[in-house]
């Protein structure tokens, strides 16, 4: 395989990964949160980078040196266990793929005037189109690239148009005033809880990395989608910060636009358009993609039509959606649902990767195995504090 072309399927598998956890619920969360935590709010999404990059290491390198996906060493480490989880990362995703939907649609509709109904459909035939393509792997990397890099452009200039107190960002980001465990377990289902967290190391297996020859690329990819997802995490929310610390009241049924529309004016409302569009059609496509790497376990003919079944799975999301739609708190609560799931799949694998029977003579980093068993203990302990 040629170096270039090596390095771009690393690039994508990093932005697949990055895009879909920047989707709709991530920015309604980041501005949610940010309103009841104001600059503490920094500490949650520094907690949830570390966790993140745990998880993502622990999954990245387990996946890729065995050469399986998740719910085969599942079902190696106990039959039928990989189809449990099969079942929770699948209903996360499509409870996901709602949202990114409604998203898309609100998102045309500020750009370009289209109900959102229209453009939540016209959205779901765009990710359609892409799984259409012989070569749809190479497709949806260039679009997940391009999109993700117009992200951060967007993010950029609303945070420096609204000019929060970094200073004291910066403090409260080491040392909190307030701390909010709901905040953060939502926030870490949200970036990399449910079928997030598999959607980098999957894409890696289908552009052909496995083994351990691989483990250097893998661990750069892994770090590469853990810092696109924090850059923006972070710009985000000190956008967000900047506009609640000015007094203005965010408007509570689309607070990210409120956030746009306040810090850059007339313009804001197209800007925030395409920023949530892009966030949203990038996460219909990763959703789709890594619940069909799933799916396709589960009998011979979805390994053989997987495109068609993706094209089914993003069909039935826009039904449910154009039928029933998503409000705000809906997006808030699959964050937190996915993140009950993350400590279940990352303990599954942290016992799968021990197995010689699995693994054969590869042996997980002691220190990595020891975070990650802290980090679902952490996730779990977070949990509970949010459901008290």
């Given amino acids: 395989m040629p170096k270039l072309n090596y390095s771009n399927r690393l690039l994508g598998a990093a932005f697949l990964m990055a895009t879909s956890a920047v989707g709709p619920g991530f920015l309604t969360q980041t501005t949610v949160f940010t309103q009841q935590l104001t600059t503490s709010f920094g500490f949650v999404i520094l907690l949830s980078v570390l966790i993140d990059l745990c998880v993502q290491f622990n999954i990245w390198q387990i996946i890729v040196v065995s050469g399986k996906r998740a719910q085969d060493l599942a079902n190696e480490l106990a039959p039928g266990l990989g189809y449990m989880l099969t079942f929770l990362i699948v209903l996360g ?18 750009l370009l005037g289209l109900p959102v109904q229209y453009g939540a459909a016209a959205s779901a035939v765009m990710a359609i189109s892409i799984f259409l393509f012989k070569e749809a792997g190479k497709k949806m990397d260039l679009l997940t690239k391009i999109l993700g890099f117009a992200m951060i452009l967007l993010i950029m200039v609303v945070a420096f148009i609204a000019r929060p107190p970094l200073a004291q960002a910066l403090q409260h980001t080491i040392v909190p005033v307030h701390f909010d465990a709901l905040a953060t377990i939502t926030l870490v289902g949200g970036t990399v809880g449910g079928y997030i967290s598999f959607a980098g190391a999957h894409r890696l297996l289908d552009a052909g990395f496995s083994g351990a020859k691989d483990l250097q690329q893998t661990n750069r990819g892994a770090g590469t989608a853990i810092l696109l997802t924090a850059v923006i995490r972070y710009l985000l929310f000190l956008a967000t910060l900047g506009v609640v610390m000015n007094g203005t009241v965010i408007q509570a049924d689309n607070p990210t636009a409120s956030v746009f529309e306040n810090a850059t004016g007339s313009m804001g409302r197209r800007l925030f358009g395409l920023m949530i569009w892009s966030a949203a059609i990038t996460s219909v496509v990763g959703a789709a993609y890594t619940s069909l790497t799933f799916l396709r376990s589960l009998h011979p003919v979805i390994e053989r039509h997987q495109s068609r079944w993706t094209v089914l799975f993003i069909v039935f999301s826009a039904l449910v959606f154009l039928l029933i739609g998503t409000p705000v708190q809906v997006l808030i609560f ?3 649902l996915n993140g009950f799931v993350l400590p279940f799949a990352l303990a599954i694998l942290l016992v799968a990767v021990q197995k010689k029977r699995i693994m054969g003579g590869y042996r997980h980093p002691r220190w990595l195995l020891l975070m990650g068993w802290m980090v679902v203990l952490l996730l779990l302990w977070l949990g509970f504090q949010a459901l008290s």
């Fill in 93 to 110: 995703g499509l409870a996901f793929n709602i949202g990114n939907l409604a998203g898309a649609g609100l998102g045309l509709e500020a």
């Fill in 334 to 336: 699959v964050g937190a």
